[in-house]
């Protein structure tokens, strides 16, 4: 079973987005990237995990590998387990203001994922709904 908070972990590390991050949330990521990388000395697929680069212009395949072998990592070391969730939730506390949404997409997604907020009223996504004639 995926676990969301590794797999948002997993994309967070792979991508390295720090674009539009405050001071505060680039510390917290560059403290939950030490501890991945202090655990990845003595991980063998972490730190493969870590220094790939993405065969894929999407990189996804990047996210997946680093989310397996940090789910190895935390099933072998509660310890970093709990210390990679807490590092987590500080990052998460950083970046989220108080009227944001927070969204969390799991399992496997095969196509786009969209976001939508305040709506009122129908909405259709796609092919325009046929005409009907009286």
Same mark, same amino acid.
């Given at each position: 079973?995926?676990?969301?908070?590794?797999?948002?972990?997993?994309?967070?590390?792979?991508?390295?987005?720090?674009?539009? $991050?405050? @001071? +505060?949330?680039?510390?917290?990521?560059?403290?939950?990237?030490? %501890?991945? =990388? #202090?655990?990845? &000395?003595?991980?063998?697929?972490?730190?493969?995990?870590?220094?790939?680069?993405?065969?894929?212009?999407?990189?996804?395949?990047?996210?997946?590998?680093?989310?397996?072998? $940090?789910? @190895? +990592?935390?099933?072998?070391?509660?310890?970093?387990?709990?210390? %990679?969730? =807490? #590092?987590?939730? &500080?990052?998460?506390?950083?970046?989220?203001?108080?009227?944001?949404?927070?969204?969390?997409?799991?399992?496997?997604?095969?196509?786009?994922?969209?976001?939508?907020?305040?709506?009122?009223?129908?909405?259709?996504?796609?092919?325009?709904?046929?005409?009907?004639?009286?």
């Amino acid at each position: 079973m995926d676990d969301p908070i590794l797999t948002a972990i997993a994309v967070a590390l792979s991508t390295r987005a720090v674009e539009g $991050l405050t @001071d +505060a949330g680039r510390e917290a990521l560059a403290s939950l990237m030490h %501890l991945v =990388r #202090r655990k990845a &000395t003595g991980h063998r697929e972490l730190r493969a995990s870590l220094v790939a680069e993405p065969t894929s212009p999407e990189g996804d395949d990047r996210a997946v590998e680093l989310r397996r072998a $940090l789910g @190895d +990592a935390a099933a072998r070391d509660p310890s970093f387990d709990q210390e %990679l969730r =807490r #590092r987590w939730e &500080t990052f998460q506390q950083t970046t989220v203001r108080a009227d944001a949404v927070t969204n969390t997409v799991s399992g496997q997604v095969t196509g786009p994922v969209v976001q939508a907020r305040d709506i009122s009223g129908g909405v259709h996504v796609g092919l325009p709904p046929q005409q009907h004639r009286p």
